[in-house]
């Protein structure tokens, strides 16, 4: 029996600090635009693009969630530049 591929643990980590990320900017005001920005943000860059190093060199499965990570953190630079303008 072929046992699965394990999960990447710093692609599901991404993913969740992205997550996190964008609630925190949605939802907190200027203190979770701040935390979001600072803290939440740059930590699921490096584990997004940490995974997918990860991923392709260990052929673990994951990469769909640290793209997914990646993706759903981009958008808070730009939200981020609006509203402190």
């Known amino acids: ?10 692609a599901i980590v991404a993913l969740a600090l992205s997550l996190l ?7 907190l005001g200027v203190l979770g ?11 699921a860059l490096v ?3 940490t995974a997918s190093i990860q991923v392709a060199r260990r052929g673990q ?4 969630l640290a793209v997914t990570g990646f993706l759903l953190v981009l958008p808070g630079w730009p ?3 609006f509203l402190l303008w």
Do not use: C, D, Q
């Not at 964008?22 to 939802?27: E, F, H, K, M, S």
């Not at 635009?33 to 930590?43: A, E, G, Q, R, W």
């Open 21 to 27: 990320s964008l609630l925190l900017l949605l939802g």
């Open 1 to 10: 029996m072929h046992s699965p591929t394990a999960w990447n643990g710093a």
């Open 47 to 49: 584990f997004s693009i």
């Open 33 to 43: 635009l701040l935390v979001s920005l600072l803290v939440f943000s740059p930590l």
């Open 61 to 64: 499965r994951g990469l769909g």
């Open 79 to 81: 939200i981020t530049a």
